[in-house]
């Protein structure tokens, strides 16, 4: 049934038996160093607690917030803010990680 290539059929269970061993002693024994240290409460908050839902927003008369959009500088201004990358966004160089060459891969 099992060929001496694996070892018989109780070759895998002894090849997991010694660091099954060593993993339960060690997790006993740092059991029993610990037994007198009482645990931390841990507190239950939800994520949802802060949530707010939908609420209207009150409707400004459309001439007023035109006249505003103007006196900022149009809609140049909302298109040049939207074409700023956001400072979270930028990725953070590291000393000696250049990346690969543009060429990576490619064959002439």
Do not use: C
Request: hydrophobic share 35%.
């Amino acid at each position: 049934m099992y060929s001496s290539l694996y070892g018989g059929p109780w070759s895998l269970p002894a090849k997991w038996a010694i660091p099954v061993g060593l993993a339960l002693s060690a997790s006993v024994a740092l059991a029993q160093e610990n037994a007198g240290v009482v645990a931390p409460i841990l507190k239950y908050r939800s994520v949802f607690s802060q949530y707010q839902g939908f609420s209207e927003q009150p409707v400004a008369p459309w001439r007023e917030t035109n006249d505003t959009v103007e006196s900022i500088g149009g809609w140049q201004v909302y298109a040049r803010e939207a074409q700023q990358p956001d400072p979270a966004d930028k990725p953070t160089a590291t000393p000696g990680n250049k990346g690969m060459p543009s060429d990576h891969g490619s064959t002439p």
